[in-house]
C-alpha cells in the first residue's frame, strides 16, 4: 500500500523555556500553529525492510534521520514485520526553528498506521511521538496548541486559520542543544519564571484575536540567537519594514516568521526577502 501526506511546518506563538530538569530537558510553555508550507511523505509498504530517501541530499537517510526511526519505533512497538520504503519531498527549510524532521516522523507514524489498518489508538500514536522528539506530538495533530512539559502535555486552541504568513531562513541553521546551552548561560536560576506575557497571548489566541496575539507573542530563544545570528536579525527587520503584524523567530531559529493583514502585503514582503538572497515562503495559518 501506498500513502502520501502532508507533513505541516509549525511556527511558535509563543515560547519560554524552564528551568533544567534532572532528567536534563527543559520544561517549555510553548503556543505552536501550523502552517501550509509542508513537506510532502510517501510511505510505500510494497517492500522488505526500512528504506529512506529524500529530495534534499543533504539530510541522511538512515537511523540518523527522525522517519526513519519514526519507522523503527513503530514495527518494534507493533510487532510486525518491518515494511516502508519512505521518501520525503522536502519543503520546509533544514534546521530552522519549523519542526520539519518532527513534521515529517508524525507524518511515517500516521501512514504506517493507516497502511497496517490501524493498530495503534490516537493516545498510544501520541505516546510513541512523544518518545521521538518534543515536537513530535504536537505535529501528530497540528492546528494550534498550548505545549507544556517537554513538548508532550498539549491543550488544543482555536486556530487562527487564514492568517496570512511569510516564513524565512537565511544563513546557517541552528544547533537546538547549542540554544538551550545558551539559555541556560545567559538566564541561569531565573528560568523559573514568566518572562513573556503569557496569560494575555493565551486570552488572545483564545479570542481569536490576532492583534492582541501580534501584541503579546514571544520567543526566549531570541535572546540568545538573534545577537549572534545577522541574517535573521535582518530578516525579522526587513520583514516588520514592509508591514507585519508580527515578526519573529520561530523556535529556536534561525527561521523568521511574519503575520500580514492581507495577501498583498504579505507577496510583496516575500519579494523583498528573496531581493536579499533569503528564502521565504508564502503560506497561511491552518
Known sequence: MKITLKAPAKINLYLDVGARRPDGYHDIKSIMHTVDLCDTVTVDTDCDGIFLTCSDTSLPTGR??????????????SGINAAAQIHIEKKIPVCGGLAGGSTDAAAVLKGLNEAFDYPFSSDTLFCLGAALGADVPFCINGGCALCEGIGDRLTKLTTLSGVCCVVAKGGEGVCTASAYADIDSRFGGSLNKDFGNFTAVLSAVKNGDVKGVCDYAYNIFEEVVL????????????????????????GSGPSVFALFDSEKQSAKAAEAIRSLGADAHLCKLI
Open 64 to 77: 540518523e534521520n527522525l522517519a526513519y526511526k519514526a519507522a523503527e519505533v513503530f514495527f518494534e512497538k
Open 227 to 250: 545577537p549572534r545570528h545577522s541574517t535573521a536579525l535582518r530578516l525579522k527587520t526587513e520583514l516588520g519594514r514592509h508591514g507585519a503584524m508580527l515578526s519573529m523567530m520561530s
